[in-house]
């Protein structure tokens, strides 16, 4: 007699999600090249999407999530050790060393800290619960400090690459976990108060691009124009906010459709990465933007919902941890381009360009239909 685990039911909207997201990303990267002067990245864009979709699979169908466990440390060594391959071999671009060149292919570890990280809390946090109801401040550092060294580690490498905003996603998702696995709150509100110091001296006495930025932003912060208040910058480098600006402005509450649209003739630079939702504001208007952003909201949603219902709190931190990482990453991006928040360098997911992003953020996906899935086994003879 032989048993068979099939999976008997999963979350069709998280994947009915996805397909559309994936599906606005690919249509807009072939809008935006169609009128620049070379489909070189559009045609890439497709091989990384293919990619991407095995992926999917591979993560939900495939793997075992409590064999996957028993992976994440060695993971960790090697997200580490790539991190560190980054600062020593990686290709500088603009003033930035963030990815390392595998077969004529850019990969960016920074990306697949933040997951291995979501991993390692929820497998810690699970595997000391115990004490978790012990966790005033200075019993957390002694019970959990693998938590506080594993991650000053990471984020010190990563933040050595000059990429801060990754930390600020990875630093609230890490945070939201330990809130959900009722950690004590003095204890959260002193790690959150330290990290909130920590970027304000990286800010301040780190490289004077990130002090410019965030400049520029007290010039165009609409919490700014709200106050009353206007800023003094009156650099240069103001320019891509400006034209997000125009161009989410443009858009009105229809858009202007495609063939009319402006901020991709090179008008906005980073239009097929960073400031790709400006473009989506300007062509589909307001209505088009909401409809991204209900997407990102209904994918968290779901997630949230599949996640409390697990038994196994590693599971649940799991799923929670990757539903956060991506909605973050969506709401910083979709800030930034509505001059909510300060300019980073963060993409919007599944949309956006960038291989890494969009592999990662899938198999991040077919690892959250993995969680929701409830399976059944057959006995055969």
């Known amino acids: 007699m032989k048993a068979k685990t099939f999976i008997a039911q999963y979350d069709i909207y998280i994947l009915f999600t996805y397909i559309v997201l994936i599906t606005i990303g690919i249509f807009m990267q072939l809008n ?10 559009f045609y890439r864009q497709i091989i990384w999407l293919f990619l991407s979709i095995g ?11 409590e064999k996957f466990r028993k992976l ?34 850019n990969i960016q570890p920074s990306l697949l800290a933040r997951i291995i990280l979501i991993f390692y809390f929820a497998h810690i946090l699970d595997k000391f619960k115990g004490k978790i109801d012990d966790t005033r401040p200075k019993r957390f550092f002694k019970h959990f400090n693998q938590l506080i ?43 959150l108060s330290i990290c909130i110091l920590a970027g304000i001296v990286i800010i301040q006495f780190g490289p004077t691009y990130r002090s410019e930025r965030m400049n520029i932003y007290k010039k165009y912060s609409l919490f700014h124009k709200a106050m009353n208040k206007t800023g003094n910058y009156t650099g240069d480098k103001e320019y891509q906010v400006k034209e997000s600006l125009l161009s989410l402005s443009g858009g009105k509450l ?89 300019t980073t360098g963060v993409t919007l997911p599944f949309i956006s360009y ?28």
């Open 32 to 41: 935006i090249s169609s009128v620049r002067s070379s489909m070189f990245f």
């Open 55 to 65: 992926s999917v699979y591979f993560a939900f169908k495939i793997i075992d999530l």
């Open 72 to 105: 994440i440390f060695p993971l960790l060594i090697i997200t580490i050790l790539m991190l560190i391959s980054v600062l020593v071999f990686g290709d500088e671009v603009k003033g930035a060393v963030r990815s390392i060149r595998i077969w004529k292919i």
């Open 149 to 191: 060294f594993i991650t000053l580690i990471i984020y010190s490498l990563i933040l050595a690459e000059k990429h801060f905003s990754p930390l600020i996603i990875s630093g609230l998702t890490l945070l939201s976990l330990l809130f959900i696995a009722k950690i004590r709150l003095s204890t959260i509100a002193l790690i």
């Open 254 to 342: 229809t858009g202007t459709m495609p063939a009319r649209g402006t901020g991709k003739h090179y008008f906005l630079p980073e239009a097929k990465t960073d400031y790709i939702f400006s473009i989506i504001g300007e062509e589909f208007g307001f209505l088009g933007a909401f409809f991204v952003i209900a997407l990102f909201i209904l994918l968290f949603i779901r997630t949230i919902i599949n996640s409390m219902r697990q038994d196994d709190i590693f599971l649940k931190l799991a799923g929670i941890g990757l539903g956060m990482n991506i909605f973050f990453n969506a709401m910083v991006n979709i800030g930034v381009s509505m001059a909510i928040l300060p």
């Open 354 to 381: 960038g291989g890494t992003s969009l592999l990662v953020n899938s198999f991040s996906v077919g690892l959250l239909l993995n969680i929701s899935a409830k399976k059944q086994t057959l006995q055969s003879y």
